[in-house]
């Protein structure tokens, strides 16, 4: 395995984040990082302290809330059988640690520290971890060097390779291929992606067990406390949930509703509810004399025969689509289609954008036709007409959405058992 470029990188980051703190000054984003990174080890340490010394550790890395969502479920099933296990979460962004700083099940969650040697042999020597469960991406060289030195067993799960990635490009091909080399197994989301682990980067280890996002969804669906209030004002109604909007989603969409002869009844969610893009949403609804209540001020008097409901808070969306008889989710006219598996899993169509191929699980279900991809107002406002007036058409497309998630479950028994066969070595010592 050539490790020079791994070499050369370690020798180089501590110089590379050192002049990325000294810039700090005068970009934001590096002034946050650093700035809530202060008292990491003090804060861990305390946290730390509290765990009896014999648990066994299990480390999961995650770049945001979306990575980490793939790690959920396999946590959800070790935690299930042995609620001894200890578990480390760490992020890289900042959305990812606020969303899930106060995860129940973890011992600790805390920002990855910046990637130099010494901060790695530190923070291993404080969680001093039995396993470091990567999820998809992420790679910080450093820290999973510093890992492999003191024998942590090493799991990249839901792990892609996609046409056109950097992980190709020949000055980096190289350098990925000494970084799979240190994992001791790679979980794949595709055959596709194990033969090129395999075939590629020489890597024999990788094994296709899916993406742990299906189960994590599929776990999901099965609660709906969050809009349990909801449920009689659209119960027998025809209800279209358009998740994470934008302001270029909003405009085709809401133009091809308001064309529909019989429309159904229109539940937004925008991807951003911050006061600044609901005084503009609501600036832009009244333009178009479209009449709407948000959530937070909902009351007896809201008509969802007339009236848009929006949701102007956060953590509705994943149940929201409980209520749905179709979907649409935003995204697909920016940079990437967001999250199509939530409306996927409770059997209903959906439809999104044309920028979606950056998300496998939605190329998958595009081709399984559980979803039709738009391209222009008219051409939604054409689905919308026969998926409101078709109920047979809505049904299929809607049961071949579900069977396409319910299809690729599995991902979390693989990579939960490759973790509690480890987890029973090192008790059996």
């Known amino acids: 395995m050539n490790t020079s470029a791994l070499s ?111 901060n790695a042999k530190r923070l291993i020597s404080l969680i001093r971890p039995d396993v470091l469960l990567l999820m998809r991406y992420d790679f910080w060289p450093n820290h999973i060097l510093e890992a492999k030195k003191r024998e942590v067993k090493l799991i990249l799960a ?68 969050r809009v349990d209030h909801l449920k009689p004002m659209f119960e027998h109604r025809t209800v279209l949930v358009a998740g994470s909007v934008w302001e270029k989603d909003e405009a085709i969409l809401l133009a091809a509703w308001k064309e529909l002869d019989k429309r159904p009844s229109l539940v937004l969610v925008p991807h951003e509810v911050n006061p600044e893009n609901m005084a503009r949403l ?26 848009i409901l929006i949701i102007d808070q956060t953590g509705y969306l994943a149940e929201l689509y409980s209520l749905a008889s179709i979907a649409y989710v935003g995204g697909g006219f920016g940079v990437n289609v967001h999250n199509t598996l939530e409306p996927a899993v409770h059997g209903i169509p959906v439809l999104f954008g044309p920028r979606y191929h950056n998300s496998p699980e939605a190329e998958g279900l595009a081709a399984a036709g559980g979803a039709t991809v738009i391209h222009d107002q008219q051409e939604l406002f054409t689905v919308l007409k026969t998926l409101t007036t078709d109920s047979a058409q809505r049904k299929n497309r809607g049961m071949k959405a579900k069977a396409f998630v319910q299809g690729s479950t599995g991902a979390t028994a693989a990579i939960a058992k490759s973790i509690e066969d480890y987890y029973n070595s090192q008790r059996a010592r």
């Open 8 to 118: 050369f990188y370690t020798l180089l980051s501590p110089m590379l984040f050192g002049a990325a703190r000294l810039f700090s000054a005068l970009y934001p984003k590096l002034r946050t990082f650093f700035r809530v990174r202060k008292w990491l080890f003090e804060e861990l340490e305390h946290e730390i302290q509290k765990l009896p010394a014999s648990s066994f550790r299990l480390w999961v890395h995650a770049a945001s809330v979306g990575e980490f969502e793939q790690a959920r479920p396999v946590i959800a099933a070790l935690k299930e059988k042995h609620p001894g296990i200890a578990v480390f979460v760490s992020f890289l962004s900042d959305s990812g640690y606020n969303a899930r700083k106060n995860f129940p099940d973890a011992s600790a969650v805390f920002y990855l520290p910046s990637d130099t040697p010494e």
């Open 158 to 225: 839901a792990a892609v390779l996609q046409q056109g990635s950097p992980y190709f490009q020949p000055v980096l091909k190289g350098f990925y291929r000494s970084i799979f080399h240190l994992f001791d197994r790679i979980f794949t989301v595709s055959k596709q992606d194990t033969l090129a682990f395999q075939q590629i980067f020489s890597y024999p280890h990788a094994q296709t067990a899916g993406d742990p996002r299906f189960d994590q969804v599929f776990l999901r669906s099965r609660k709906s406390g």
């Open 282 to 307: 609501y600036r832009y609804l009244k333009e178009r004399s479209l009449d709407f209540m948000p959530v937070s001020a909902l009351n007896e008097t809201f008509d969802p025969e007339r009236q």
